[in-house]
Nanobody, 126 residues
Framework: VQLQASGGGLVQAGGSLRLSCAAS????????MGWFRQAPGKGREIVAY????????YYADSVKGRFTISTDNVKNTVYLQMNSLKPEDTAVYYC????????????????????WGQGTQVTVSS
């Protein structure tokens, strides 16, 4: 499975961006999808997650109510709609595919994801 992330950019605080992650290759297999981010000098943290069925999601507390994860199974694409962006949202954002158990710990552990996109930079200015 190959993942291609796009949609990052520079935006002012309070603005919005939509990230996309297009999957290709063995997309017939069902994978759950996660969006992670990594700010300079920090570890990679889970931002949002959606199960392969699309019926369950998870959001980090820091983005709840502002970010929405969704999938388009026809296009094999997962999206992250980011609204009310804050300077602390500045990071490189990565999409990932895998099948972690649906627990807080497993969803948020990067090694539970087998495939990763290349990352897209999001910069929020104050």
């Amino acid at each position: 499975v190959q993942l291609q992330a796009s949609g990052g950019g520079l935006v002012q605080a309070g603005g919005s961006l939509r990230l996309s992650c297009a999957a290709s290759g063995r997309t017939g297999s069902s994978y759950s999808m996660g969006w992670f981010r990594q700010a300079p000098g920090k570890g990679r943290e889970i931002v949002a997650y959606i199960t392969s069925s699309g019926r369950a999601t998870y959001y980090a507390d820091s983005v709840k109510g502002r970010f929405t994860i969704s999938t388009d199974n026809v296009k094999n694409t997962v999206y992250l709609q980011m609204n009310s962006l804050k300077p602390e949202d500045t990071a490189v954002y990565y999409c990932a595919a895998g099948n972690p158990a649906y627990t807080y710990y497993d969803v948020g552990t990067p090694r539970n994801y087998a495939y990763w996109g290349q990352g897209t930079q999001v910069t929020v200015s104050s």
